[in-house]
C-alpha cells in the first residue's frame, strides 16, 4: 500500500500537507489562551503560553493578566517551542520545493527529516517546561486543567515526529518512488502432457 500511494505523484503531496497542518495547530497553541484553565465554575483562570489570566470577581468579566516573561521558565518555554515552530515553517518550505522539482533528490529530503527531529526535540522541550514549573512556581486555586490550546501544541508536535520517520525512510523507497522496479507478473503456461495448467514466474 505504500508503494503504491508513493508511486503516485499526487500522493506524495500528502506529506507537505501535513506539514501545513502542524504549523496550522503551532499557530492555535501560539495564540491560544487555554494552555492552562478552570476545570470547573466558576471559571477564574486562563493561561496561555505568554500570560496567565486571572478573573478578579466571579461576578465580573474583567481579567487580570501577568505576563509569564517575568519568568525565566516562561520565557525559555516559549522561546524553545517558538523557535521549534519556526523551523517547522523552514521545513515547510523546503518540502514544497522538494516535491515541486522534478528531480526528487532523495539526500535533500532525509535532510528535511533531520531537521524535523529538532523541531520536535524544541517543541517538547517547551511543552515539557511549561506545565512542570507553571504548578511549581505560580500559586493555583480550586481544580485547573491542561487545556485545548496545550493539547493543539502536543497533536502539532506528534505530527512532526510522524512525518520526520516518513521524510527519514523516503529514500529507502527510492526505486519504487521513481518507477525503477519492474514488475513481476505471474503467467499461466498450458503443460500438455499433465493435462493442465502449471503456474510459472517471469521476470519482464
Not at 194 to 201: F, H, R, V
Given at each position: 500500500?505504500?508503494?503504491?500511494s508513493l508511486a503516485c505523484w499526487r500522493c506524495r503531496w500528502l506529506l507537505p500537507l501535513l506539514l501545513g497542518l502542524a504549523i496550522i ?10 494552555w492552562l484553565e478552570s476545570a470547573e465554575e466558576p471559571y477564574v483562570r486562563q493561561a496561555s503560553l505568554w500570560w496567565d489570566c486571572i ?150
Open positions: 500500500m505504500v508503494t503504491c495547530l503551532g499557530i492555535i497553541a501560539l495564540a491560544g489562551r487555554g478573573k478578579a470577581n466571579e461576578n465580573d468579566n474583567s481579567w487580570g493578566c501577568n505576563s509569564l516573561m517575568n519568568y525565566s521558565w516562561g520565557r525559555a518555554a516559549a522561546a524553545t517551542y517558538l523557535v521549534g515552530f519556526v523551523i517547522l515553517c523552514i521545513c515547510f518550505c523546503l518540502a514544497i520545493i522538494a516535491f515541486s522539482i522534478d528531480i526528487l533528490r532523495f539526500n535533500f529530503v532525509r535532510g528535511i527529516g533531520g531537521l524535523l527531529f529538532v523541531v520536535a526535540v524544541f517543541q517538547i522541550l517547551g511543552l515539557v517546561i511549561y506545565p512542570v514549573m507553571f504548578t511549581e512556581d505560580i500559586p493555583l486555586t480550586g481544580s485547573n486543567m491542561f487545556s485545548w490550546a496545550y493539547g493543539f501544541g502536543w497533536a502539532s508536535t506528534i505530527i512532526v515526529i510522524g512525518c520526520a520517520f516518513f521524510f527519514c525512510c523516503l529514500p529507502n523507497w527510492e526505486d519504487e518512488v521513481l518507477g525503477n522496479i519492474k514488475p513481476y507478473p505471474i503467467y499461466n503456461s498450458y503443460n500438455g502432457g499433465g493435462g493442465g495448467y502449471s503456474g510459472t514466474i517471469e521476470r519482464v
